[in-house]
């Protein structure tokens, strides 16, 4: 933009963001931003109905339009919003392609796409060079945008009372103390090189023998996977497959800890404030630096190796090192 009147007559923006649980954690502060930036304007977010969980009552966010409802029809979408401004943090052709169809006048997003003469406005930055987290680059597209400078801040995702109640239920059901557990989170959806599930089930132990209670979380298509981790101790209590993500938000919330891959449910608990340890790869564009949490008391382990096919070698990451990392973040939240 060329000067402070010129996005002062802006009154509607939208973003477009049609991907996973964590890809939305880390473009809340985009929302943040904005609304920093035009406090009136109406923001709209176009999104899979699969993450609306984290959108629960998200005062930075206006209307979601959900692209499940409209049969991923970009161009009736964009016919019926007619948005000012369209932000483009994670592009995909046909979505950028109807913005340009349906005259959106101002179209941002990134400068190195093949259909990047589809955007008004070009933003110069290569992610998988990593050079900043996530959160850092989507907020970067409206900083270079309205020509500000804006404070990277997480948004804390809400919990619906309904199903707080139904947790709070299920943990006294289970003889489980609200805030004295420990969840882990193996899965990954392939979304990154992970530690092994046997791992988790040697933390379990560990967890177990300090006093512990330990929550098993995961998707049905998870439950093999866990039911490694579950082999390691009878006390483990195993949830995988039969919480909603209303629910498992809600469980998160009522936790001691959390550790997990590179994963949507570590970037839930980081924003929920939640003592978090994030198990990540060395590869940049996988990376913690990439890929981190943002919140106030998360923390990420990688691979220390120091031969060059070591450097996303997994199982160099011990239990023991994980169990005091979370021992020490805990006791961080807890000195506060």
């Known amino acids: 933009m060329k000067n402070k ?3 002062e007559e802006i009154h509607s923006v939208s973003i477009v963001r049609t991907d996973r649980l964590g890809d939305m954690i880390l473009t809340l502060p985009m929302c943040r931003g904005i609304k920093e930036v035009l406090p009136k304007c109406k923001l709209s977010l ?3 109905r699969y993450v609306e969980p984290l959108l629960y009552k998200c005062e930075y966010i206006d209307e979601v339009i959900f692209v499940d ?12 919003f007619r948005p000012q401004v369209v932000f483009f943090p994670r592009p995909r052709f046909e979505e950028v392609y109807y913005a340009f169809k349906t005259n959106i006048p101002i179209r941002i997003g990134s400068a190195y796409r093949w259909y990047s003469f589809l955007f008004t406005h070009r933003i110069k930055d290569h992610r998988k060079v990593s050079l900043f987290n996530e959160a850092k680059y989507n907020l970067r597209m409206v900083e270079i945008f309205f020509q500000k400078t804006l404070e990277l801040k997480y948004v804390k995702i809400n ?13 006294e059901t289970l003889n489980i103390q609200k ?9 990954s959806k392939g979304s990154s090189i992970t530690w092994q599930a046997y791992k988790f089930g040697e933390l379990a132990e560990i967890l177990v023998r300090a006093g512990y209670d330990v929550v098993l979380t995961g998707t049905p298509q998870e439950a093999s996977l866990n039911q490694i981790v579950q082999d390691y101790s009878s006390s483990i209590k195993n949830l995988t497959g039969r919480l909603n993500l209303y629910e498992i938000i809600a469980l998160i919330s009522l936790s001691k800890g959390l550790v997990a891959n590179s994963t949507g449910i570590l970037h839930i608990g980081s924003v929920l404030e939640i003592p978090t340890v994030g198990l990540f790869p060395n590869t940049p564009h996988l990376s913690a630096k990439r890929w981190g949490p943002i919140g ?19 199982d ?17 939240k807890e000195n506060e």
């Open 296 to 314: 106030p008391y998360s923390t990420t382990i990688s691979p220390k190796g120091i031969k060059p096919e070591d450097i996303d070698n997994m």
């Open 179 to 187: 805030r004295g557990f420990i969840i882990l989170h193996p899965g």
């Open 5 to 7: 009147t010129d996005y």
């Open 69 to 80: 409802d409209y049969n991923k029809d970009f161009k009736k979408i964009y016919k019926n």
């Open 159 to 171: 919990v619906e009372p309904e199903a707080l109640m139904k947790i709070e239920s299920l943990l």
């Open 316 to 332: 160099l990451i011990q239990p023991q090192e994980v169990f005091k990392e979370l021992l020490s973040v805990i006791s961080r």
């Open 46 to 48: 176009v999104a899979r």
